[in-house]
């Protein structure tokens, strides 16, 4: 079967399974002209991807199912534990969603000082709403991560023409940020200087310790859901083995 084909049969589109595919989900044959063509085989797979994806599995566990790493059983108990708590999260919003659209009000009529109250009052009763703080502090800490190495904020590799624009964006940072610490005349070389050997060193840190958390995450769900935490684990052990290294060689002075 063609791709054009499959969008027909499954009803998703292309960008979605040529998505799956990058993943490495699925994986159909190429004819001597390039064109990808899809086995029974291939449909099948499909089916359970878009099957599991919709019931809120992410890539990474399909991807640990399809390889044997997990079995569905684990999955399934952890995705209902998650489901559980996003259900839970949003009891709190579901009633005043029910209490807002009942009073016909809209977007100008919105009584803010009303529905605040509403809001701390069920938050008071344990009711749950989106914690934004979280969410934006969140997403924040990562976009910053990603500018320092390279992944992007999510763990996957950047593309080579990504790596060089960080590459620039983040030497000049650093060159202003060494200046300005160091208080070194503001020249192009002391800039450049600074930022590139500044930014080479976070580079090779990124390149030994998350890089192979990222490959690491493929296989182990924790690692690819925490990245950040099994980053700042790998540094610590990265730096307890070096203070060692030091402790040793200062003893055998």
Same mark, same amino acid.
């Given at each position: 079967?063609?791709?054009?084909?499959?969008?027909?049969?499954?009803?998703?589109?292309?960008?979605?399974?040529?998505?799956?595919?990058?993943?490495?989900?699925?994986?159909?044959?190429?004819?001597?002209?390039?064109?990808?063509?899809?086995?029974?085989?291939?449909?099948?797979?499909?089916?359970?991807?878009?099957?599991?994806?919709?019931?809120?599995?992410?890539?990474?566990?399909?991807?640990?199912?399809?390889?044997?790493?997990?079995?569905?059983?684990?999955?399934?108990?952890?995705?209902?534990?998650?489901?559980?708590?996003?259900?839970?999260?949003?009891?709190?919003?579901?009633?005043?969603?029910?209490?807002?659209?009942?009073?016909?009000?809209?977007?100008?009529?919105?009584?803010?000082?009303?529905?605040?109250?509403?809001?701390?009052?069920?938050?008071?009763? %344990?009711?749950? +709403?989106?914690? *934004? /703080? !979280?969410?934006?502090? $969140?997403?924040?800490?990562?976009?910053?991560?990603?500018? @320092?190495?390279?992944?992007?904020?999510?763990?996957?590799?950047?593309?080579?023409?990504?790596?060089?624009?960080?590459?620039?964006?983040?030497?000049?940072?650093?060159?202003?940020?060494?200046?300005?610490?160091?208080?070194?005349?503001?020249?192009?070389?002391?800039?450049?200087?600074?930022?590139?050997?500044?930014?080479?060193?976070?580079?090779?840190?990124?390149?030994?310790?998350?890089?192979?958390?990222?490959?690491? %995450?493929?296989? +182990?769900?924790? *690692? /690819? !859901?925490?990245?950040? $935490?099994?980053?700042?684990?790998?540094?610590?052990?990265? @730096?307890?083995?070096?203070?060692?290294?030091?402790?040793?060689?200062?003893?055998?002075?």
């Amino acid at each position: 079967m063609t791709i054009k084909e499959i969008e027909k049969v499954l009803e998703v589109p292309r960008a979605t399974i040529r998505f799956y595919e990058k993943e490495g989900l699925i994986d159909p044959k190429r004819e001597a002209n390039g064109y990808r063509t899809y086995s029974d085989e291939d449909v099948e797979l499909l089916r359970k991807i878009i099957i599991l994806r919709k019931i809120g599995l992410s890539v990474n566990e399909i991807s640990d199912l399809f390889d044997g790493a997990r079995t569905l059983n684990d999955v399934l108990d952890e995705n209902i534990d998650h489901l559980e708590e996003q259900m839970n999260e949003l009891k709190g919003a579901m009633k005043l969603s029910r209490q807002m659209l009942d009073a016909s009000i809209d977007i100008d009529t919105l009584d803010t000082v009303k529905y605040w109250n509403v809001i701390d009052e069920e938050e008071e009763k %344990g009711n749950r +709403f989106i914690d *934004i /703080a !979280k969410d934006i502090a $969140k997403e924040e800490k990562k976009v910053i991560f990603s500018y @320092l190495g390279w992944t992007d904020k999510n763990g996957n590799l950047y593309s080579p023409k990504q790596c060089i624009v960080t590459f620039i964006v983040g030497t000049c940072v650093m060159g202003v940020l060494a200046c300005w610490v160091e208080k070194k005349e503001w020249t192009a070389h002391n800039l450049l200087a600074s930022g590139i050997g500044s930014f080479l060193t976070i580079m090779v840190i990124e390149c030994i310790i998350s890089v192979p958390l990222y490959f690491l %995450g493929k296989k +182990f769900p924790w *690692i /690819a !859901k925490n990245r950040y $935490k099994a980053l700042f684990i790998a540094c610590g052990v990265l @730096l307890l083995v070096m203070l060692i290294l030091i402790g040793i060689a200062q003893i055998f002075r």
